[in-house]
């Protein structure tokens, strides 16, 4: 689950982490009070949604020599004038598609005096199976640029959970930000700080881009990208509230409900499968054949009727979708069960585009005359290969 960037710094705060002061806004009409509050000289304004590139981010019908979604303002009335600018507009950005996302909040903080602007994240390494650090002298906004052109400059280690962060991590830290002195002390600490709320908070990734030296030599987060472990979501009652369910794909809303396995893609061959193994390897198989899945969907192994159902209006809500693949393999999960919930899907949405079925394992035969006597047009297939042909050329015409 992410968070946007002012709830990332009320975390860290919470935590003992140096942020600066803000507010957050839901309207133009409390930018003036919130700027009075902070009290200037120079204010940030912020556009509060899940993509990265803000800074550099263009606003939909905005004029070519536009600010970006991050703005720096010098008076109130400046404040003022570009929370009128960008709240309820849609900001494209590198991490957004072409429509972008609208920026329904805003983030107004006390601009910072940098002296120098660094990275810093903690994510979990899948590889090692520990939490690891990846931090570079490079930070701000062209980071990615960093890691593809010079790799040596990111260095990343990793700690050893049976440890926890130790002072020689600490050292490692303020060597890899080049920080001497009393800087070295402060990266050690915040180190520390940031890998024990790490875990507390059952974090999959912290990201402070930048990390910045202030001109007095303090290290602060100017940033804030927050990222949750779902699964442990039952534990942070108080994380669960900071879900923003408008910065998420609707369909994968829908499927959470219905306890479905949901990840909207940009192909237009829809997918329903149950085993994530399985669900992978239809997607290969249609990209094997020339064409694009339109999503990853794993029902499961015991979804019912009901779940079936939801999947299916799912898949047809997606605009993109111009045909659909049913591949299901019956072990606990049985085929009649399936193909009941298709043919009730199909009579109660309507379908409007091909739709092949494979299905394989328990009851197959049962669920096969199921499709064979509802009077749909659906094409039956035999196997995975063959039902990826069928789905292709059914869809290319």
Partial sequence: MNIHEYQGKAVL???????????????????????EKLGG?????????????????????????????????????????????????????????????QVNRLYIEHGSDIDRELYLSIIINRDTSRVSFI??????????????????????????????????????????????GDLAKQANKLGR???????????????????????????HCLDAKISFDENALYRHKDIQELRDITEEDPKETEAKKFDLSYVALDGNIGCMVNGAGLAMSTMDI???????????LDVGGGATKENIVAAF???????????????????IMKCDVIAQGAVDAVKEVGLEVPLVVRLEGTNVEAGKEIIRNSGLNVIAA????????????????
Avoid: C
């Avoid at 705060?13 to 009070?33: L, Q, T």
């Fill in 286 to 296: 249609i990209k094997l054949y020339g064409a694009e899945p339109a999503n990853f």
């Fill in 135 to 180: 931090v570079s002298t490079e930070g701000g906004m062209d980071i990615e640029a960093v890691a593809h052109d010079t790799p040596e400059k990111v260095i990343n280690f990793d700690i050893d959970p049976a440890t926890g962060f130790m002072p020689h991590h600490g050292r490692a830290l303020a060597k890899a930000l080049d920080l001497k």
């Fill in 41 to 101: 000289p120079l204010w940030v304004v912020k556009s509060q949604i899940h993509a990265g590139g803000r800074g550099k981010g263009k606003f939909i019908g905005a004029p070519a020599e536009a600010k970006g979604g991050v703005r720096l303002a010098f008076s109130v009335e400046d404040v003022v004038k570009n929370a009128e600018e960008m709240l309820g507009k849609y900001l494209v950005t590198e991490q957004t598609s072409d429509e972008g996302k």
């Fill in 193 to 219: 700080t940031l890998y024990d709320g790490f875990l507390a908070k059952d974090m999959s990734m912290l990201e402070i881009n930048p990390l910045i030296v202030t001109e007095d030599q303090r290290l």
């Fill in 382 to 397: 035999d196997d995975l290969d063959d039902a990826a042909q069928k789905i292709v050329k059914a869809v290319q015409g």
């Fill in 313 to 331: 209006k799912i898949l047809t809500s997606d605009a993109k979708v111009e045909g659909i693949l049913i591949n299901i393999f019956g072990g």
């Fill in 13 to 35: 705060k919470s935590i003992g982490a140096p942020v600066s002061e803000g507010v957050a806004i839901f309207n133009a009409s409390e930018a003036k009070a919130a700027a």
